[in-house]
């Protein structure tokens, strides 16, 4: 599956945004899609995943209470709203398609990804 991100940009801290995850190809609804990020100098990092309903998700403890995964699945499309936003959610986010678990939390899990969007959060 083909994955293009949008949604990216420059907020001020305590700001919001919404990414959204377009995919192609067929069988959009048989993988559970994620957010992962990186940071530069550092390694990517799992932000959230969403099952194949859409009913079970999962998140890192750092953006509990704050990031909402949702998929839609006629629109072949996963979002990732971001709110309460800080400095150090500044990374380009990426999402990424796997044929296993939401669990899975590890990019080597990851079959498919997209190309990125940068957010930066400024203080």
């Known amino acids: 599956v083909q994955l293009v991100e949008s949604g990216g940009g420059l907020v001020q801290a305590g700001g919001s945004l919404r990414l959204s995850c377009a995919a192609s190809g067929r069988g959009f609804s048989s993988y559970v899609m994620a957010w992962f990020r990186q940071a530069p100098g550092e390694e990517r990092e799992f932000v959230s995943s969403?099952?194949?309903?859409?009913?079970?998700?999962y998140y890192t403890d750092s953006v509990k209470g704050r990031f909402t995964i949702s998929r839609d699945n006629a629109k072949n499309t996963v979002y990732l709203q971001m709110n309460s936003l800080k400095p150090e959610d500044t990374a380009v986010y990426y999402c990424?398609?796997?044929?296993?678990?939401?669990?899975?939390?590890?990019?080597?899990?990851?079959?498919?990804w997209g190309q990125g969007t940068q957010v930066t959060v400024s203080s």
């Open positions: 969403i099952s194949r309903s859409g009913i079970a998700t």
């Open positions: 990424a398609a796997n044929s296993g678990s939401y669990y899975d939390t590890e990019t080597s899990r990851y079959d498919d």
